[in-house]
């Protein structure tokens, strides 16, 4: 396959295309983390109505989509083919139907115009997206930590490619447990933004909900337990399992103030039982002698929350650490991240060829 002329690392231009989910985006990247243009057509009122993505909507959208979101990336950005070095595209995980929209537009686009395709892991991406917009590059080795809606995983990290997953979720993700939780107050969807603004109104020692430890030295995590416990606040105690479960009440006797309280004390354990498992991890590292973590960096829609945020600056003020959270625009899934971690996988000559699949399992 022919490429352009060679360019400087720092030059080197990416076409990014992220369809993984039920977010429709292309993004034009310079040098790894100069965004040159970013656009994200989101499906939330299409699937607002279920309460969930349906995975056939979202890949119908997807298909309709993908086209004029590309050719918008490519206006924004300014930038005809020619400054296009090569095309990455989100192949992995994801829903199947979606991804494949993504991937197949990539392929069309490599064929086309003559450039190489390169398939990027949707969750490593989301650590590089701290690397966006920003001349605040973490220090590497880092701790990384990725909270979003499908996954819950802590990496150690060499470099923005080279990671290992040395904690995960056994159960929901977090993303996932606070999109429950949402559901459970009638907050509707997507949930985590609505109980995150108001747990911000809450006490959050209304009440006391259980942080999951798992085994001593354990760096995985579990939400099933708080999500249990927020139905059980909310419904009482029920009577029979599984589907035919009744309970003594439903959400509707719940006062503003009350869900507000029950928000923050969620919140609280939410993200308690993650930055546990980050101190931990670093704390197993130094423990362990060898090299200095330097940075924790953290990715993922639920890196948007207020609470995650500031409570994960204070860890790393206590640990003498630096912090990288995504700008609030490159938190939820995007492409400018899927072409940044391109551009890095370009100059380090891991690129693939048109025979890429798409992969709905994850490595993490
Ligand atoms: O990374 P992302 O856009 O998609 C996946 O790769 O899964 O993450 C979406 C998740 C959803 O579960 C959403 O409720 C959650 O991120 N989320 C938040 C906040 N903003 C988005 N959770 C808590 N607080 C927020 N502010
Ligand atoms: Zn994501």
Redesign the pocket.
């Known amino acids: 396959m022919s490429c352009t002329a060679k360019r400087n690392p720092g030059d080197v231009t990416v076409l990014g295309i992220e369809t993984?989910?039920d977010?429709t985006a292309a993004a034009v990247v310079r040098g790894g983390r100069h965004v040159l243009s970013s656009v994200v057509a989101s499906q939330d009122e299409l699937h607002e109505e279920y309460g969930g993505v349906v995975p056939e909507i979202a890949s119908r959208a997807h298909l309709e989509r993908i086209y004029p979101v590309v050719q918008h990336a490519m206006e924004q950005a300014q930038i005809g083919r020619d400054g296009i070095d090569a095309i990455a595209v989100g192949h992995r995980p994801?829903l199947i139907g979606s991804l494949l929209v993504g991937v197949a537009a990539a392929k069309a686009l490599a064929w086309a115009w003559e450039r190489p395709i390169i398939g990027v892991d949707?969750?490593v991406a989301?650590l590089h997206a701290v690397s966006l917009d920003t001349a605040r590059e973490p220090e590497f080795p880092a701790i990384g930590l990725?909270?979003?809606?499908?996954?819950t995983s802590l990496f150690a990290m060499r470099s923005a490619l080279e990671v290992e997953c040395i904690g995960r979720t056994i159960d929901d993700?977090?993303?996932?447990a606070?999109?429950k939780a949402?559901a459970i107050l009638g907050l509707g969807y997507?949930?985590?933004?609505r109980?995150?603004?108001r747990a911000q109104r809450g006490d959050d020692r209304a009440h006391d909900f259980p942080v999951a430890r798992l085994e001593p030295g354990s760096l995985d995590f579990s939400f099933s337990g708080l999500k249990t416990a927020l139905l059980y606040a909310v419904r009482g105690t029920p009577t029979g399992r599984g589907a035919g479960a009744t309970f003594e009440r439903d959400a509707t006797h719940l006062t503003g103030p009350q869900i507000d309280d029950l928000c923050a004390s969620f919140?609280k354990a939410?993200v308690g039982a993650v930055m546990l498992k980050l101190d931990r991890a670093i704390g197993q590292r130094r423990e362990a002698g060898g090299e200095m973590i330097r940075s924790i960096i953290i990715?993922?829609?639920?890196s948007?929350?207020?609470r995650?945020r500031s409570v994960a600056q204070a860890l790393a003020d206590r640990l003498n650490l630096s912090l990288h959270l995504p700008a609030m625009t490159y938190?939820?899934?995007n492409a400018a991240m899927i072409a940044g971690l391109g551009c890095l996988r370009l100059e380090a000559g891991l690129v693939d060829d048109l025979s890429l699949t798409a992969s709905p399992a994850g490595l993490y």
């Open positions: 993984s989910c977010e994801g949707h969750i989301h990725v909270v979003s809606g499908g996954h993700a977090i993303g996932e606070y999109d949402a997507p949930g985590g933004p109980v995150d603004s919140q939410a990715g993922g829609g639920v948007a929350n207020t995650l938190c939820l899934d």
